[in-house]
């Protein structure tokens, strides 16, 4: 049974890939949900791209794209800004990342520090991090800090963190790594 299962299921596969992801016989027929480097391709002005793909799916990605980062985000911290954005890998690689630059909207302090890796990836990712700050630099870290020392001196039923959960109650030092 397993593997009259497995030859069903290959062609079932096989079909439903046909369908949302190869273009057609006919000229006109195009693939259901393209890939994220031809969509990627046709949003930067390729026009083999744009040939591949709908207009509704064009527009669609670009409105995606374009919300991926809250409008104003900045990762809280004093410490220099740096923005990783990783595409699927495409042919016009400078048109691609001058449209994601645009596209995406990224905080103005991070566009000296933006890096662009074409990777063999089905997606579009945005890291944005500051680096070379200390932990008290975080407004975040210093309020967790706050409650952990408030913690050790008088205890309270309402003493938790929200975010994680805690491991232990018997540590002598405020921070480890």
């Known amino acids: 049974p397993d593997n009259a299962v497995a030859v069903v299921k ?6 439903i890939t046909r369908l949302f992801a190869e273009s057609g016989e006919h000229l006109e027929e195009r693939p259901l949900l393209p890939a994220m480097g031809t969509l990627l391709a046709a949003a930067a ?8 793909v709908s207009k509704e799916a064009l527009d669609l990605f670009g409105r995606k ?17 740096r923005v990783l954005v990783t595409h699927p890998r495409v042919q016009a ?7 994601l630059g645009k596209a995406l909207r990224l905080p103005s302090d991070a566009k000296n520090s933006v ?3 074409g990777v063999e990836s089905d ?7 500051r680096s070379e700050m200390s932990l008290t630099q975080v407004p975040e870290a210093r309020k967790v800090l706050r ?12 003493d938790v963190l929200r975010w994680r959960q805690r491991l232990g109650y018997r540590d002598s030092w405020m921070v480890s790594s």
């Not at 290959?10 to 079909?15: F, I, K």
């Open 10 to 15: 290959a062609q079932l596969e096989g079909r």
């Open 45 to 52: 002005g390729d026009a083999d791209a744009a040939d591949q």
């Open 65 to 81: 794209l374009t919300g991926l980062l809250p409008v104003g985000f900045t990762p809280e911290g004093t410490g220099p800004l």
């Open 93 to 99: 690689v400078e048109e691609v990342q001058e449209y």
């Open 115 to 117: 890096e662009y890796r």
């Open 123 to 129: 997606s579009v990712t945005v890291v944005l991090f």
């Open 147 to 158: 409650q952990w020392a408030r913690a050790k001196d008088s205890e309270q039923a309402q």
